[in-house]
C-alpha cells in the first residue's frame, strides 16, 4: 500500500501534470548532473508576496510545481527547459510530504 505523499504523486500527475490539459513538458537538469524529461505546471508571471521592514512587496516571475521525486537537493542553480527557454531554479519551496514542491525561477544565471 503506498503512502499519502506517493498517491498525491498518483493524482496530481494524472490531473494537473498531464500535458494534454495544464502540464508543460520540461527538461529538468541538476547543477552538474545530466537532463531528464519531466512535466511542471508553469506561471510565467507567479505573485510572490515579502515582507520588507514590516511593509509587503509584490512581485512577480516565472515559477513551476514539480513533483517532489524529480527535483534533486536543494536545487538552486539547477536549470530547466520549459517551451524552449532556460530558466534557472533561485529556490525550491514546499516539499512537506505534499508530493510537490515550487520552483521559483528566474532567466539570469546565479553566481554564488
Known amino acids: 500500500m503506498s503512502n499519502l505523499t506517493d498517491q498525491i504523486e498518483i493524482d496530481v500527475g494524472g490531473a494537473f501534470l498531464n500535458t494534454d490539459d ?20 508553469f506561471d510565467s508571471s507567479f505573485e510572490i508576496i515579502s515582507m520588507h521592514d514590516g511593509i509587503a512587496v509584490r512581485s512577480t516571475q516565472p515559477a513551476a510545481f514539480a513533483k517532489e521525486s524529480d527535483i534533486t537537493g536543494d536545487a538552486d542553480g ?35
Open 22 to 41: 495544464w502540464g508543460e513538458a520540461a527538461t529538468y537538469t541538476p547543477n552538474g548532473g545530466a537532463g531528464a524529461a519531466i512535466t511542471v505546471l
Open 78 to 112: 539547477d536549470t530547466i527547459l520549459i517551451n524552449a527557454v532556460t530558466y534557472y531554479v533561485t529556490d525550491k519551496q514546499g516539499e512537506a510530504g505534499t508530493g510537490m514542491v515550487l520552483l521559483l525561477l528566474s532567466t539570469s544565471a546565479i553566481h554564488g
